[in-house]
């Protein structure tokens, strides 16, 4: 379901664009068609890892940082074992292409 590809030994550590998937309709030999999807990423952290996430996956050409919502601070008493200061929320909503 999920392709995994580990890089090789060679790369280097310059970002690099992700798989796109492969083209589907008339020129795909009768797969089904791709149809949208919407996916929600939510992050949850410090500022300092949030926004280091976010250029993470905007190197490897998944999101663009204008993308992402403005940080919310998320609550106190959320329910966590351990209660941690300072945490930070940001929500992406991502179209994906499903076959």
Not at 48 to 75: C, E, M, Q
């Amino acid at each position: 379901m999920f392709e995994y590809l580990e890089p090789d030994a060679s790369d280097d550590q310059k970002a690099r664009s992700l798989p796109l998937p492969p083209k589907s309709g008339a020129n795909n030999g009768g797969t089904r068609p791709q149809t949208p999807e919407k996916v929600r990423h939510m992050l949850y952290g410090s500022l300092a890892a949030i926004d280091r996430t976010i250029k993470i996956l905007h190197s490897f050409g998944y999101a663009d940082p204008n993308d992402w919502s403005d940080p919310i601070p998320v609550p106190q008493g959320g329910g966590d074992a351990v209660e941690k200061p300072d945490q930070w929320m940001v929500i992406m909503t991502k179209i994906v292409r499903i076959e």
